[in-house]
Nanobody, 125 residues
């Protein structure tokens, strides 16, 4: 079992920045594949970014160059640095984890077995 708790969401004006955190507890191994997803009101959940078991990072085109995923293994924490935020980035952001060794992008939500409760990000124009 892996428990995930996100924090860092909030309201910001367009062009601003936020850093989301996702702290993991429980069964933690260094093979974890980790990802961030978001779901805007009335829309389907979409993949934002992931870091696989090899440490490779992948980004959706909509956030490439603006968002950065990183992890601090000593703190069992995953981060999402979000810069140059746009109103269309408004959504509930959730982190996800999968203990199975993953050497792919892992952009499908179905790949992940563990999810956090989410943190709301609101970007005003």
């Amino acid at each position: 079992q892996v428990q995930l708790v996100e924090s860092g969401g909030g309201s910001v004006q367009a062009g601003g920045s936020l850093r989301l955190s996702c702290t993991a507890s429980g069964y933690i191994n260094r093979r974890l594949c980790l990802g961030w997803f978001r779901q805007a009101a009335g829309k389907e959940r979409e993949w934002v970014t992931s870091i696989n078991s090899d440490g490779r990072t992948y980004y959706a085109d909509s956030v490439k160059g603006r968002f950065t995923i990183s992890q601090d293994n000593a703190k069992n924490t995953l981060y999402l640095q979000m810069n140059s935020l746009k109103p269309e980035d408004t959504a509930m952001y959730s982190c996800a984890a999968e203990p199975t060794w993953t050497a792919i992008e892992a952009l499908a939500a179905s790949w992940y077995n563990y999810w956090g409760q989410g943190t709301q990000v609101t970007v005003s124009s």
